[in-house]
């Protein structure tokens, strides 16, 4: 059996993102991914399939295992020749007792290494705009722990010399102890004056920061019912945030949003909404998989040169058109003579990328619209091929045989329900933790609602902001019971996230 090996991985300090790319690379290959409290759910999404995945952080409703426990089971995973992820918030070796696992497993003779991780002490900082050091302020910066007994005769804190040894001190898991905190600082030469910041919930959207100095942070915290996890940061450097704040400015900063496309198509949105301060959280409610029956399309295939058109409805309709075409060791030249069609500009942009160029682009991209151009184009007994999904509409193909076309519609591909996990959702949604959903089309709704099982969808979305991509998708969801609060002008990803910007700026 081959040996196994453990890898202790810093997941960074909450925005998905901000993991090193080996510490990304060890969570794809690993067996078994054992995380923290601290750890991002959206890391655990790049586990591999099957992957055994373990939680062992604090939690009211479960066991919580002993570091002793957890040193255990680490040893015992890589000696079954496991390759293990032990993931861990910010860097494993800041307040991570990374150190003791690592211990434990050089005890035990078990292969490891060590991934350093973003630490959340530098970098929820950063993200409320606030550099540990500046050269106008301070060179130094001390991180020390707040979760020493207050009681304790001999801390093991020389409060005396950390009180003004170092410019910008850093305290993590203090929270509780906040008024000891600041009382002790000051008996030992810190002036009261010195600013002071919280940061809680750093690097992700629930970020909050609280500023003040340190003879009133503690008061102000107690009266907004600041609590952890949150950073305690005393020093000059506190000053600049008032020009750096940059992450809390972002518009869409807050916003955890929800993105129901196919995974393949996810990433285009995803990455709009985060560019603009959001984090979108990818379920997806479609998949896209191969017709029951090729027949259809096999036989469109091989009379290609019998269509005046051929009219593309969607990116998957071009992409399963082509795979096809390749799979009969047959390429683009087949499409010679037929006029194209692409409905919207990605279809489009899908199209050129076999090095096609598309002779008509709707502008409106509605199949009613649509047709009132096509009118004086196609021709009566024109062949006219729409390599489409088994469930898409009617009225294009109907509108065009009523002009005389002779149409083909063939399958290209079906869309079946996506594997996200509803029940996971739906307790997000309870707890308030999703504050927008997109629907990109009529089947992002229906899915949604049939992987939620929610028998009350109204009010599971009650205080959800539901956009559109456009007026057919929030027909389908008012039919399901979902009002749409925004649907885009534009029925394109970009008129989605332009209607998304128009709407957080009215409210
Ligand atoms: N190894 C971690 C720290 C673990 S101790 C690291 O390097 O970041 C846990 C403490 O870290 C929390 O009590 C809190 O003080 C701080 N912390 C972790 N993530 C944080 C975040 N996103 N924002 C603010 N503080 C955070």
Known sequence: MDKGIVYLVGAGPGDPKLI???????????????????????????????????????????????????????????????????????????????????????????LFEIVPGVTSAIAAAAYAGIPVTHRDFTSTFAVITGNEDPLKEDSSIDWAKISTGAGTLVFLMGMANLPHITKRLVENGRSPKTPAALVRWGTRPEQRTLVGTLEDISRKAESEGFKNPALIIIGEVVRLREKLSWFEKKPLFGKRILVTRSREQASVLSEALEALGAEPLEFPTISVVEPEDFGPLDLALDN????????FTSVNGVESFFKRLRYHRKDVRELYGAKLCAIGPKTREALENYGLIVDYVPVEFRAEEILKVLQGKVAAG?????????????????????????????????????????????????????????????????????????????????????????????DTAREMGIEADLVAEEYTIEGLIKAILNYYKSI
């Open 382 to 474: 024109d062949r006219v091929l729409m390599p489409r999904a088994d469930i898409a509409r009617k009225i294009l193909p109907e509108s065009l045989s009523r002009l005389g076309a002779q149409v083909d519609e063939v399958t290209a591909y079906r869309t079946v329900p996506g594997e996200g996990q509803g029940g996971r959702i739906a307790e997000m949604l309870k707890k308030g933790e999703i504050h927008g959903i997109t629907f990109t089309s009529s089947s992002t709704v229906r899915n949604f609602v049939n992987m939620l099982g929610a028998t009350d969808i109204k009010s599971l979305l009650g205080n959800v902001t539901v956009a559109c991509i456009g007026p057919v998708t929030a």
């Open 20 to 110: 090193t790319v080996k510490g990304l690379e060890c969570i794809q290959k690993s067996d078994t991914i054992i995380y923290d409290r601290l750890v991002s759910d959206r890391m655990l999404s790049f586990a591999r399939p099957g992957a055994e995945i373990v939680y062992v952080g604090k939690s009211p409703e479960r066991h919580t295992l002993t570091q002793s426990e957890i040193n255990r089971l680490l040893v015992e995973k890589a000696l079954k020749g496991k390759t293990v992820t032990r993931l861990k918030g910010g860097d494993p070796f800041v307040f991570g007792r990374g150190g003791e696992e690592a211990e434990a497993l050089a005890a035990a003779g078990v």
């Open 304 to 311: 290609l040169g019998s269509y005046q058109w051929v009219i």
